[in-house]
């Protein structure tokens, strides 16, 4: 018989780290939403005030990052929750194209998509786009203006491996092994080392794992394991 995380030191003491972690994102996320509803509500206000080119492009700027603080929030909220989630059958390019509209890439990345025919996902599609997002948000940030990024869906035995691939230079081979260890970061990319945290607790409530390595070929590849569902099942929007 396996031994549980009660008997790991080393799961016990993450499953720790996660809580104290959990704790303090939900009083700094608790804290920021009532100053970014008064920015956000500014920026609406001052939408319809301003006058001519320049101006609006700076009040656009505003609401974009105060739209890019909500996701943060929303992302150190989810650090605190535990337990499984309701999963629905959604389609594996929703989550795709749900988590590139929330990321601004540059029009010198190229981004690639490969979805096996008929691959439908047991998942909630929300969290799903909020880790893809994180995902990707990560790649450009290491890109920076240029590379290319691959995101790709097939079936593995009952799970779905979704997978996403830069061109980048890769994880550092000091942090690859605690990557999704809270508070890990690199100096490829910039943040508090949360992203791929949060990437790990979806994938855990899913029932299913994620995994980083370099590849062979070059750059960061990050893998999701989610259930898969039958491909009769007809998906939902996430």
Known sequence: MGSSDADDPAARERTERLVNVGLVAAGIAHDLRNPLSVIE???????????????????????????????????LLELTRAGPVDLRPVHPEDVFAGALGLCDVPSGIAVEIDIADGLVLRAHGGLLVQAFANLVANSVRVLGRSGTIRLSARRSGEEAELVVVDDGPGFPAAILRDAFEPLVTSGNVAGIGLGLALVRVIAERHGGRAQAENPASGGALVRLLVPAAHTDERGEQP
């Open 41 to 75: 509500s500014s920026a609406f206000i001052l939408r319809k005030l301003v006058v001519g080119e320049r101006a609006s492009r700076h009040v656009e700027t505003i609401t974009k990052q105060v739209n890019d603080c909500n996701r943060i929030v929303g992302s």
